[in-house]
T-cell receptor
C-alpha cells in the first residue's frame, strides 16, 4: 500500500518556466511533509518542508503548497534552471520524527536549456 | 568536509553469505538510519538509531542487523536470511529524530 504517491515518474520543463511536481498521500494522520532532491551518484538532500498548520512555504525559487482536503502536495520551482535537473522525492509523516516518514517513488525532473 | 561516507559503492553477495555495509559520519549527529530503495518504490526504513548503543527496527528489518558502538558509525549487515537483498542502500543521519536527514551516496548490493 503506497501511502505517498508521485504519479509522474518524469517531467521535462523548459529553462525559465515553472516546474510543478506533485505528490498525493492517503494517510490522514500525515501532517509533516518534506521534499528531497537527488543528483546521480549522490545521496538525497533536503530541499523544503511544510507542516499542516500552513498551506504554503517558500524558500527562494522553491515553494511547497499543501492542500489537506485533497491530500495533495506540490513543489513549484520558478524559474527552472538546468541545475534543477534531478530526482525529487516527497516524504510525509504523522508529526515530527524521521523514523515515521514515508517516502514517495520520486519524479525525475529534466530542465531543457 | 563534513558528511556521510558509505562504502563500498558496489557490493556483490554470494548465496548464503553475510555482507556488511559501512556508514560513517563526521557531522556529530546523534541519529542514524538505514534505508533500502528498490526500483519503483520509495525509500523504506530498515533500522534506525537515535543514540549510541541503542537502535530500533524500522519497517523492513527482517534479514538485517546493525550495531551502534560509536556515534559516528552505523554498519548494516545483510544476513543470509534476507532472501531478496539486491537493492540500493542509503544511510542517513540527523542531529535528532526531528531534524532534517543528511544522506550518504549509497551502496548498490547485488547477488551473484
Amino acid at each position: 500500500d503506497q501511502q505517498v504517491k508521485q504519479n509522474s515518474p518524469s517531467l521535462s520543463v523548459q529553462e525559465g518556466r515553472i516546474s510543478i511536481l506533485n505528490c498525493d498521500y492517503t494517510n490522514s494522520m500525515f501532517d509533516y511533509f518534506l521534499w528531497y532532491k537527488k543528483y546521480p551518484a549522490e545521496g538525497p538532500t533536503f530541499l523544503i518542508s511544510i507542516s499542516s498548520i500552513k498551506d504554503k512555504n517558500e524558500d527562494g525559487r522553491f515553494t511547497v503548497f499543501l492542500n489537506k482536503s485533497a491530500k495533495h502536495l506540490s513543489l513549484h520551482i520558478v524559474p527552472s534552471q538546468p541545475g534543477d535537473s534531478a530526482v525529487y522525492f516527497c516524504a510525509a509523516g504523522p508529526g515530527f520524527g524521521n523514523e515515521k516518514l514515508t517516502f514517495g517513488t520520486g519524479t525525475r525532473l529534466t530542465i531543457i536549456p | 568536509d563534513g558528511g556521510i561516507t558509505q562504502s563500498p559503492k558496489y557490493l556483490f553477495r554470494k548465496e548464503g553469505q553475510n555482507v556488511t555495509l559501512s556508514c560513517e559520519q563526521n557531522l556529530n549527529h546523534d541519529a542514524m538510519y538505514w534505508y533500502r530503495q528498490d526500483p519503483g518504490q520509495g525509500l523504506r526504513l530498515i533500522y534506525y538509531s537515535q543514540i549510541v548503543n541503542d537502535f530500533q527496527k524500522g519497517d523492513i528489518a527482517e534479514g538485517y542487523s546493525v550495531s551502534r558502538e560509536k556515534k559516528e558509525s552505523f554498519p548494516l549487515t545483510v544476513t543470509s536470511a534476507q532472501k531478496n537483498p539486491t537493492a540500493f542502500y542509503l544511510c542517513a543521519s540527523s542531529w535528532s529524530a526531528n531534524e532534517k536527514l543528511f544522506f550518504g551516496s549509497g551502496t548498490q548490493l547485488s547477488v551473484l
